[in-house]
């Protein structure tokens, strides 16, 4: 019985393994928390028959209710928006591992994990905005700052939030491959899109219109990277050496926190923070607005100039 034990532990420690993106680009607190509970997800849908898609669309209704709680300025009723929150996003790591599980990727899923996150954001931002405006003297004199605020804090949330995920896939193009990585190229994204037809496939072209916007938003931010990729393809063709690969990820794994920052873990600290401790939300834009900000624009420079350098190299 120990013997059956010791290999159905095995077994299900690399199978859990397997639905991890990569060590390099895993937060701490998600490999102690999320991951482990999301994985428990990930199996009861497999056996259900439930698809990742599913689990991402009931996590924006987890989130949405998180956003709904957090208007109140109770404790308790406060306390069940951090449990919706918390829930919300173990269903947002379940759907990952799940698709990574049973191989069930599609970019539809990716577009729509994406989008999750940002409905569940805009809920609690709108929160926030009705909250101080019936809680706090100087936001209920000055309706619109709060609004203001929260529209400029959304905009960089959602740039801070496409430039993490784009460097993360970067530099899991690098660690995996083509096939351990979602890394688009727009001009291949635009040929698909002229491909498809409004009559017979409307919502697919829709979706990979806005998808597409997306990914040149990326391109735009990251010029030098965009010219490594050129001076990669000139050189190496499709197939990038070891040797390369494994200098350019001993360069980016460093940045890797970055990303991590400025993805959710460090998000809801300071927004459970803002509502819970200080009991003044406003600060959570504020958060965003200053140090959240400063990570980005630290990460983009960063990657930028390691990216210039490699380019040299290759043209040499």
């Not at 095995?10 to 607190?29: A, I």
């Not at 191989?103 to 909250?131: E, H, M, N, T």
């Not at 401790?277 to 100039?305: D, G, Q, S």
Request: aromatic share 16%; net charge positive; with cysteine.
């Amino acid at each position: 019985m120990t013997e059956q034990s010791n290999k159905a532990s095995t077994k299900d420690n690399s199978e859990y393994q397997s639905t991890l993106k990569s060590m390099d680009t895993e937060e701490t607190f998600d490999l102690i928390f999320y991951r482990p509970i999301g994985y428990r997800w990930a199996l009861l849908a497999r056996r259900l028959g439930i698809t990742p898609n599913a689990i991402t669309i009931a996590s924006i209704f987890l989130g949405v209710g998180a956003g709904v709680a957090f208007y109140f300025d109770n404790l308790w009723i406060n306390l069940l928006g951090v449990f919706l929150l918390v829930w919300a996003d173990s269903f947002d790591s379940a759907d990952g591992q799940l698709a990574r599980m049973t191989k069930q990727y599609s970019r539809i899923g990716r577009i729509l994990d994406g989008v999750s996150g940002d409905i569940w954001f805009a809920a609690i931002y709108v929160a926030i905005c009705l909250r101080e405006n019936v809680t706090s003297d100087f936001f209920s004199a000055h309706h619109w700052v709060i609004w203001v605020m929260a529209v400029v804090t959304g905009l960089c949330h959602a740039t801070q939030a496409a430039m993490a995920d784009y460097y993360r896939q970067f530099h899991l193009y690098f660690v995996k491959g083509e096939d351990g990585s979602e890394l688009e190229s727009a001009s291949n994204l635009w040929k698909k899109f002229h491909e498809l037809s409004w009559k017979k496939n409307f919502w697919s072209k829709l979706t990979l219109a806005f998808y597409t916007n997306y990914t040149v938003g990326q391109e735009k931010r990251t010029p030098w990277m965009q010219k490594l990729r050129v001076a990669l393809k000139e050189k190496y063709g499709n197939v990038i050496p070891q040797s390369f690969r494994d200098v350019f990820r001993e360069k980016s794994k460093p940045l890797m926190k970055y990303t991590n920052i400025l993805s959710f873990n460090t998000r809801s600290f300071a927004l459970f923070a803002a509502i819970l401790i200080f009991r003044m939300p406003w600060l959570y834009f504020a958060f965003e607005l200053t140090v959240l900000n400063i990570v980005l624009i630290y990460m983009v420079v960063r990657h930028e100039r390691i990216c210039k350098g490699f380019v040299k190299q290759l043209k040499k």
